[in-house]
């Protein structure tokens, strides 16, 4: 369907896109406001359980629909991805043939009709996010919980055996360059292109100058997170004479006794925007890290538009691009060395610049969607 005046599309979100708050929906509700500044009629399918109905998004969406997910031990009861399955919902299926629009499958949790018979003739496009299960292997390697790691193992499985039925997408929207080589290899005959995340970030606004701490931040719920935040603490930062300061939502019991024992080391549970972008601003360095190369880490992207120097890993950077704006390190010794170097060092007037000659061309959301509206 090439683009009319009015071009209309349907997105298929897996979870209530607003408020943007982590890394899936911040990418799907950044593309919502890029496309309907376009002039693209967005119609949104998205599933609620526990975000509520924000009136934010009737101010992008023309039509919006709401589903309930199957959650619980029934939507476990088969070889189709658990998050595939509790989010199969019929009255979502009717919707999207209800009209010859081309539909936008946020994430592969929202795939289940992908090869229906009633969408045959329609774009189908897949917007990929991770490479599920490894994404899901890695959370398996990351929880010391036996249930939380029989179920990781359970579904990377089931992802593994359900990830053929993507052929079935025209075209598949990558988020990194790594995952892009890895699906052009894996789906030949589909049409497999790189597409940054969108991330809502318009220009640099970043302080010169000194900040006063180093700054780890995510949902710290999420085993990856909570396991890179151990490691932050007790490999890095043990002993060592900066401060740290671990941020993000509902942290566990155990890494909390582990931060309160490390003197130089400060816990910010569950913090508000406002406070979460006050001390990404007043931070002299970030220090993110992961121990999975796919996908793009949002909050990377964020900090580099926000935050004076980021210390990463190279997983941190596998596909996206960034290498040049970040500090690498991948030893606790590599990372001591850089903490104690860039601790004296000022983040300059050049820095900011280097940024933003950099962010004029690279992962500039207008850009993203004008070449999405050009495949509709």
Known sequence: MKPSSEPSLHIVSFDVPYPPDYGGVIDVF???KALHKLGVKIILHCFDYGRGRPDELNKYCN???YYSRKTGWKSQLSLH???VTSRSNHKLLEN???DPYPILFEGLHTTAFLNHPALAGKIKIYRESNIEHQYYLHLAKATHQP??????LTEAFRLWLYQPKLKHAQVML??????????????????VIYLPSFHGNVKVNIEEGFGKY???HGNLSVPENEAAAT???????SGLEYPLIVAGKNPSAELARLIDKTPNVHLIANPDQATMEKLIREAHLHVLYTFQPTGLKLKLLHTLFQGRYCLVNKHMLAGTGLHSLCHIADTPENFRSVVLELAQKPFSREDIQKRESFFYFQYNDERSAKKLLDLL
Not at 147 to 152: R, T
Not at 231 to 237: G, L
């Open 174 to 191: 990558v988020v990194s360059q790594a995952d892009a080589d890895y699906l052009s290899r894996k789906f030949p005959q589909n049409k």
């Open 30 to 32: 950044y593309k919502i």
């Open 214 to 216: 180093a700054l780890f």
């Open 81 to 83: 991805p658990y998050i």
């Open 231 to 237: 490691f932050i603490t007790k490999k890095v930062f």
């Open 63 to 65: 039509k919006i629909y």
């Open 147 to 152: 249930l939380k790691k029989a179920f990781f």
């Open 96 to 98: 999207l043939a209800a």
